[in-house]
């Protein structure tokens, strides 16, 4: 898991100017690299996970957008073991960002507007 994590770290650092088009999967899921030990333990997220959720939150600007971040949380939320979901269904709220679907792998993500 160490390298998984250094890994998602490295393609975060890379990913950190958000370009003025929506973030691509591998983005947002190497964005959520510094939430994971919030998302498998609990407790408070990182400044720099919410900073991430932020950022995400900020370039979904169409729909469109925001369908294609649904599609890319949901499927890091089944691709990472370990995940809580009652926690990853927190994470905005703890990160005081409004996302207008909820993080889960049950999530409907073409039902998002």
Do not use: H, W
């Amino acid at each position: 898991m160490a390298g998984t994590l250094a890994k998602l770290a490295c393609v975060l650092v890379m990913c950190m100017v958000v370009a003025e088009a929506a973030m691509t999967c591998n983005q947002i899921q190497g964005g959520m690299a510094p939430c994971l030990g919030y998302l498998t333990k609990g407790g408070i997220p990182s400044a720099g996970c919410c900073t991430n959720l932020r950022n995400m939150v900020n370039s979904a600007r169409t729909t469109a957008d925001r369908k294609n971040a649904c599609k890319c949380l949901k499927a890091a939320a089944a691709k990472f073991q370990g995940i809580n979901p009652t926690n990853a269904a927190k994470l905005p709220s703890n990160c005081k960002v409004n996302i207008p679907y909820k993080i889960s792998v049950s999530t409907n993500c073409a039902s998002v507007k």
